[in-house]
Nanobody
Framework: QVQLVESGGGLVQPGGSLRLSCAGSRIIFAIYPMGWYRQAPGKQRELVAQISSAGITNYEDSVKGRFTISRDSTKNTLYLQMNSLKPEDTAVYYC????????WGQGTQVTVSS
């Protein structure tokens, strides 16, 4: 069974930074492109950052230049460094493969507010 456990969220002021982590099953990290998704209240879940098994990254336009996705396949861990956070980044953040498997973790809440 695939397991995904996100952590690192919290409350931060606008302009602040957070680093999210996702620990997962080796089988998913070893093979698939991975992504960070987020879901804000009343909105659909969206992919905001993606990294291939070769380390090639892609970002949704609203986070380009502010977020950095990385992976450590030896530790089966995915990261999302988020800088210059804005109130509109407030959401629950999830990791999963891209395209996603049917297994979702509990997510980690990120709240950007003064």
């Amino acid at each position: 069974q695939v397991q995904l456990v996100e952590s690192g969220g919290g409350l931060v002021q606008p302009g602040g930074s957070l680093r999210l982590s996702c620990a997962g099953s080796r089988i998913i990290f070893a093979i698939y492109p991975m992504g960070w998704y987020r879901q804000a209240p009343g909105k659909q879940r969206e992919l905001v950052a993606q990294i291939s098994s070769a380390g090639i990254t892609n970002y949704e336009d609203s986070v380009k230049g502010r977020f950095t996705i990385s992976r450590d396949s030896t530790k089966n861990t995915l990261y999302l460094q988020m800088n210059s956070l804005k109130p509109e980044d407030t959401a629950v953040y999830y990791c999963n493969a891209d395209p996603p498997t049917r297994y979702w973790g509990q997510g980690t809440q990120v709240t950007v507010s003064s």
